[in-house]
């Protein structure tokens, strides 16, 4: 069934139903749009949520940063944020393949149907036309008949009256004649007008007509089906972010079951540490006996042996209770034997190297803690020094190793960047053309600068974390502290053992021969390159080499051969393949 046949007198019913079609095509656009500015909305709200909560730039070195919890937290925002962009997806899918493509394809679907209504109308309008002439030629028909019956009626008339004469006769017989062939005209034309309108009534009705229903019926039909896969879509986009959007809330669950809260209480003990003992019983003090006051050898504000006689330190604060910054605690590695302070290269170093017993006693002294007076004087902050005496012991070792740590990767950095404008000077040398070597002047002679600074702070803070870790031993040594006494400004006797040697025993390296670097990837040698220059090696077209250290922006890669010859060769010399 077909609207041409079943629906060929309701042209306005099918006019009608078409624009409600179109109509609905462009209010599902709509919505989909408003949906996808919904999820829009809920995507940046979202990332907006999840930077707010998340950790700054500067922050993520925090101590709060170890805890298994907080480390969670932030796995749980950066997982929040990818679900935020799969909501994103969404909207940006739904956009493109639902708002756009139906929007073009209802254009298109409003031109074609425009086009058939322009047919069915040209069509009408054709039918009129010829009707209009029907009904002209039929009226003109009917007025001549009338005419030429009126001027038969005249002549027969006029031929019974005595009193005409024959030439009155003979003019009104031929009036009559000549009216009744234009009424026979008028009917002639009539008929055939009537056929035409009929003919082109039955072509409209039976033809024209049908088709042009037909096609509309098509056309709605298509926008029914075009219209059936945008509501399929709605649902479809979304699901297929459904397995991405799922594994973004099984991160979630996974953070949280990553919460270790055993381990977040061990790591809340190797933060704040401080390394110091109990104190110990406060004696009783006797003033009824005329003699001076004394105190317990466990008591905290007397300590027992050399600490005795340095000083008692009453400015410092009880470290139990005391504000500290907040530092990252490091591991520490074997350390090595203590160099000896040059003035040239820095700040000066600690007294270490001439009084190593001294200096390190001081030290103890320095970490002793008055005796107890009341929980309201601890809280006052220390005052920070360079040395990091501010700080317990545990605190102190962590914040120094961390120092050490921090110095040699600056110094690492300034060492590399006086390598390669060593080897641009060379470059520019020995090829004018390419640059001035004096230009490089004023940054190798700031590099080198840089680098004497921050090995005098190197050695600085060696000796100093030497002499810390000296003490950590003496206090951890009861053997060595108790049961010797010394008096003032005095040294240990002959019996003391050689803090030095013990120090150094503790912490001796192991001087072995540096393993080779293992290689990184293999050359090829496009062309021979001699190899003259200090720190180059010669190579020939074709040999195949192990590159040991990838070019860093100068221009050169180190390699090794396969006897152990290594040196640095131009990177534009060469084809290298890196190791995965």
């Given at each position: 069934m077909d609207w041409g046949t079943e629906l060929w007198d309701q042209y306005d019913i099918i006019e009608k139903h078409t624009q409600s079609g179109l109509e609905l095509v462009e209010k599902y656009v709509k919505f989909v749009k408003e949906r996808t500015e919904i999820e829009q909305n809920y995507a940046k709200q979202l990332r907006n949520l999840s930077k707010k909560y998340n950790l700054k730039r500067n922050s993520k070195d925090e101590p709060e940063c170890r805890f298994s919890s907080y480390q969670s937290f932030l796995d749980m925002l950066n997982e929040m944020n990818d679900y935020a962009g799969q909501r994103e997806l969404i909207a940006e899918n739904m956009?493109?393949?639902?708002?756009?493509?139906?929007?073009?394809?209802?254009?298109?679907?409003?031109?074609?149907?425009?086009?058939?209504?322009?047919?069915?109308?040209?069509?009408?309008?054709?039918?009129?036309?010829?009707?209009?002439?029907?009904?002209?030629?039929?009226?003109?028909?009917?007025?001549?008949?009338?005419?030429?019956?009126?001027?038969?009626?005249?002549?027969?008339k006029t031929d019974q009256d005595i009193n005409?004469?024959?030439?009155?006769?003979?003019?009104?017989?031929?009036?009559?004649?000549?009216?009744?062939?234009?009424?026979?005209?008028?009917?002639?034309?009539?008929?055939?007008?009537?056929?035409?309108?009929?003919?082109?009534?039955?072509?409209?009705?039976?033809?024209?007509?049908?088709?042009?229903?037909?096609?509309?019926?098509?056309?709605?039909?298509?926008?029914?089906?075009?219209?059936?896969?945008?509501?399929?879509?709605?649902?479809?986009?979304?699901?297929?972010?459904?397995?991405?959007?799922?594994?973004?809330?099984?991160?979630?669950?996974?953070?949280?079951?990553?919460?270790?809260?055993?381990?977040?209480?061990?790591?809340?003990?190797?933060?704040?540490?401080?390394?110091?003992?109990?104190?110990?019983?406060?004696?009783?003090?006797?003033?009824?006996?005329?003699?001076?006051?004394?105190?317990?050898?466990?008591?905290?504000?007397?300590?027992?042996?050399?600490?005795?006689?340095?000083?008692?330190?009453?400015?410092?604060?009880?470290?139990?209770?005391?504000?500290?910054?907040?530092?990252?605690?490091?591991?520490?590695?074997?350390?090595?034997?203590?160099?000896?302070?040059?003035?040239?290269?820095?700040?000066?170093?600690?007294?270490?190297?001439?009084?190593?017993?001294?200096?390190?006693?001081?030290?103890?002294?320095?970490?002793?803690?008055?005796?107890?007076?009341?929980?309201?004087?601890?809280r006052r902050s220390p005052t920070v020094t360079e040395d990091f005496a501010h700080l317990p012991p545990e605190q102190r070792r962590k914040r120094l190793q961390q120092k050490l740590e921090e110095i040699c990767k600056e110094l690492q950095k300034e060492v590399d960047q006086s390598e390669a404008l060593g080897k641009m000077k060379d470059v520019y040398e020995k090829n004018p053309q390419m640059g001035d070597p004096a230009s490089l002047a004023s940054q190798i002679s700031q590099t080198s600068q840089n680098i004497e600074r921050l090995r005098g702070e190197l050695n600085k803070y060696e000796v100093i974390m030497t002499s810390v870790l000296f003490i950590h031993v003496l206090r951890s040594s009861s053997t060595i502290l108790r049961g010797t006494h010394f008096p003032d400004g005095a040294h240990s006797d002959e019996s003391t053992p050689d803090p030095s040697q013990a120090i150094y025993a503790e912490f001796d390296d192991d001087f072995e021969e540096e393993e080779l670097t293992a290689p990184i990837g293999t050359c090829t040698a496009m062309y021979?390159?001699?190899?003259?220059?200090?720190?180059?090696?010669?190579?020939?077209?074709?040999?195949?080499?192990?590159?040991?250290?990838?070019?860093?922006?100068?221009?050169?890669?180190?390699?090794?051969?396969?006897?152990?010859?290594?040196?640095?060769?131009?990177?534009?010399?060469?084809?290298?393949?890196?190791?995965?």
């Open positions: 956009m493109m393949n639902i708002c756009i493509d139906l929007t073009k394809y209802l254009q298109e679907l409003k031109q074609e149907r425009k086009t058939y209504l322009m047919e069915a109308k040209k069509a009408q309008q054709s039918l009129e036309s010829t009707y209009k002439q029907l009904d002209s030629s039929k009226k003109r028909f009917e007025r001549e008949w009338k005419e030429a019956e009126r001027a038969a009626q005249y002549a027969e005409a004469t024959k030439a009155d006769v003979e003019k009104a017989k031929q009036q009559a004649h000549m009216r009744a062939h234009v009424a026979e005209e008028c009917k002639n034309d009539y008929a055939a007008q009537l056929q035409k309108f009929n003919k082109e009534q039955s072509q409209f009705y039976f033809n024209d007509m049908p088709l042009i229903f037909n096609k509309l019926q098509d056309l709605d039909e298509r926008r029914i089906k075009k219209l059936k896969q945008g509501y399929i879509l709605f649902s479809d986009t979304e699901k297929h972010v459904m397995p991405i959007i799922g594994k973004c809330l099984e991160g979630i669950t996974k953070a949280g079951t990553n919460v270790n809260e055993r381990n977040d209480s061990m790591v809340v003990i190797e933060q704040n540490k401080s390394g110091f003992e109990r104190p110990g019983d406060v004696e009783f003090e006797d003033y009824s006996q005329a003699i001076n006051r004394t105190s317990s050898d466990s008591s905290l504000g007397t300590p027992k042996g050399p600490v005795d006689l340095l000083g008692k330190n009453k400015s410092k604060n009880f470290w139990l209770f005391s504000k500290r910054s907040k530092l990252s605690p490091s591991t520490l590695p074997p350390f090595t034997t203590p160099p000896t302070p040059s003035p040239a290269n820095g700040p000066s170093s600690p007294k270490f190297g001439r009084d190593p017993l001294s200096y390190c006693l001081k030290e103890i002294n320095k970490t002793v803690k008055p005796r107890i007076s009341s929980f309201r004087t601890l021979n390159f001699p190899g003259a220059s200090e720190g180059t090696i010669s190579m020939q077209e074709g040999e195949e080499l192990a590159v040991v250290e990838e070019d860093k922006g100068d221009g050169w890669t180190r390699v090794r051969r396969n006897n152990g010859d290594e040196g640095y060769i131009p990177t534009s010399y060469v084809t290298i393949t890196l190791n995965k």
